[in-house]
């Protein structure tokens, strides 16, 4: 039996209020140098104490707004084909928001539901914004579990980010969303430092830790959906590449047919502290939308900077 789940808000809440506090959109505390989203810190700290992987976990990981939705269900397609073939017509992405199959850790762990992720079969994909240097040990070290990381350009996330909170907040401007991500105190921010965890880890441990990048999924989505298939243990065989299955889950998890779909037209992900409206998860899925958004300027400043940080890796 499971013992019941102590309550993170008790056990570090002390701890997370003697942290360096800014509200930036929502509350954060500076912990090991990432911005966590102060409802949620208890609940990090709690799944790095507490969490216990299986060597055939898969954690999808990412910087809010890189495409973590299209991930998760390009996963939860591409790892429950069996049970679930991407053609049926009533598979659950066909009937629920991608963040429905998924568990999100800092949620799960924040409301004591461990016991709920205990439940879940093998293999088990998971999901978390935590940066690599705060995941748990056990995940980080040793056989630990598969991690699969997704990230975006700079400037398309920034734009994302901003009509994301805007939903939340309407008179945000662009210009403090600029200057929040510049400044690294958006929520698990500085982003540079959340991709470059997670891109030594993968140089660091391939087999264990896989980084994509949404520009290359978006540009041949069927190789990467292979590639993650592979990394996941679940290869396509070629008589699943003969009947077209790789496609099939391309097609199931692509913009348009994920944005028209009524689960994800309506309702929202009710998350602890927040609400978030299915639809907001779906705006324009392309590259390049930051030209319609910032100066010449603007994105030549951001660029500089995160040429800066990544140098001596192969993303800038
Ligand atoms: P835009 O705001 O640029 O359109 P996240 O899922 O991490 O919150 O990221 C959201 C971004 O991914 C949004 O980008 C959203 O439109 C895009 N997105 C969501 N589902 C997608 C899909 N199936 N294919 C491509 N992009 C998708």
């Not at 090991?32 to 790095?48: C, D, N, S």
């Not at 779909?261 to 009710?270: R, S, V, Y």
């Amino acid at each position: 039996a499971v013992p019941e789940a102590r309550d993170p808000a008790e056990e570090f809440g002390d701890l997370v209020v003697a942290l360096p506090r800014k509200e930036q959109f929502i509350v954060g505390r500076l912990y090991k140098g990432f911005w966590l989203p102060e409802p949620y810190a208890p609940g990090i700290l709690a799944v790095r104490r507490r969490f216990t992987p299986r060597p055939d976990d898969v954690v999808l990981t990412s910087y809010p707004k890189c495409g973590t939705t299209w991930l998760k269900a390009l996963a939860f397609a591409a790892m429950a084909r069996d049970a679930y073939p991407p053609v049926a017509a009533d598979h659950p992405l066909r009937r629920l928001n991608p963040h429905a199959c998924i568990p999100f850790m800092e949620d799960i762990f924040t409301e004591r539901q461990e016991a709920k992720l205990e439940g879940l079969p093998s293999p088990r994909l998971i999901n978390t914004h935590t940066p690599y240097s705060l995941l748990p040990e056990t995940v980080t070290t040793g056989g630990g579990c598969k991690v699969v990381y997704i990230c975006r350009d700079p400037k398309d996330m920034v734009v994302s980010l901003y009509h994301f909170l805007r939903r939340l907040q309407p008179d945000l401007s662009f210009a403090d969303t600029f200057h929040s991500v510049l400044e690294g105190t958006v929520p698990y921010g500085p982003m540079w430092d959340h991709i470059l965890g997670y891109w030594h880890a993968s140089v660091a441990r391939p087999d264990r830790v896989l980084f994509l990048k949404y520009e290359d999924l978006l540009q041949n989505t069927g190789e990467h959906v292979r590639k993650l298939a592979e990394f996941m243990g679940r290869p396509f065989s070629a008589a699943e590449e003969a009947a077209g299955t790789v496609a099939s889950v391309v097609e199931l998890c692509s913009f348009d047919n994920m944005k028209n779909l009524e689960a994800n037209k309506t309702g929202a992900t009710e998350r602890k502290y927040i609400s978030i409206a299915h639809d907001a998860f779906f705006r324009k899925g392309v590259t390049g939308d930051w030209v319609n958004h910032m100066s010449p300027e603007m994105a030549s400043r951001l660029d500089e900077i995160f040429r800066d940080k990544l140098r001596g890796t192969v993303l800038t």
